[in-house]
């Protein structure tokens, strides 16, 4: 599987955020050609500001390889993460970050803020993006779009 | 009691953190001068990214209170939060947050990254800086220094 099969996949937890009227962000985490984790935004369903589709991933991951360390893993994620998440993937020392549409309000990783791109870290975090963007991004407008009457 | 007697108090956990041999980062939530939540950086210990000081006193907050939202609270910390903990800051909405030593390297809220001043979303963070300044910052020096032989 290639980066586009994956951010389908993504795109797939993206629509169950949908259905249960969460903000559409989906994730996946692959450790070796394995997907180890998938998750969607669950923040009004768990009453949490933490459960955004990255971090249920990346807690997920460390899990099951049982380390906070998550080198040697992508993740793939629907929108830009934000800051929070952003920081997040840093710590997790995640090697690979790949996600669909940019986020110019509040992405943390390129667009907003340049955290991905931080050296003061110790870790290189290669950053791959537009892939799938505009379904990654239209899923987003929609449920926005559903939300103003 | 005022802004330096919390920070006491955070400093105490702080140094909690410090005799458990974790970077030594402490920190208290009030909300209407009753303190809801005391934590301090536990990441080595749960082997967790996510466990500093900040997101573990949110959580306890959150519990409390039953909500996420935490509309009328401070958060007082030793250190100037990271990135992820400031993203962290400004969704669960606290109203201030008092900290004591700047970081420069990787200050999320005002020194390296400006997200707690962020209007993007849609929150104002009241902040209050350089409160026990001195000792916040001596506790952390003094863990790097016996780190280094």
């Known amino acids: ?10 795109i797939q937890e993206a629509k169950k955020a949908y259905m249960n009227n969460e903000m559409p962000i989906g994730a ?9 984790a998938n998750s969607y935004n669950e923040c009004e369903k768990n009453k ?18 049982n380390t906070s360390r998550l080198t040697g893993c992508t993740l793939y ?3 830009e993460p934000c800051p929070m998440c952003a920081g997040a993937i840093m710590h997790s ?5 790949v996600f669909g549409a ?3 309000l509040y992405g943390g990783i ?28 239209q899923l987003v407008c929609d449920f926005f779009k559903n939300k103003i009457r």
Chains 1, 2 share one sequence.
């Open 1 to 10: 599987m290639n980066d586009k099969d994956y951010m389908t996949l993504a």
């Open 28 to 36: 996946i985490i692959t450790y070796k050609d394995i997907i180890i």
């Open 48 to 65: 949490n500001i933490f459960d955004h589709a990255e971090i249920l991933a990346i807690k997920k991951a460390s899990k099951l390889l």
């Open 77 to 79: 994620v629907t929108i």
């Open 93 to 97: 020392r995640i090697d690979r970050l």
């Open 102 to 104: 940019f986020n110019d």
């Open 110 to 137: 390129i667009s907003k803020y340049k955290i991905g791109k931080d050296s003061s870290m110790n870790h290189t975090l290669s950053v791959v993006s537009g892939i799938e963007e505009n379904t990654c991004k």
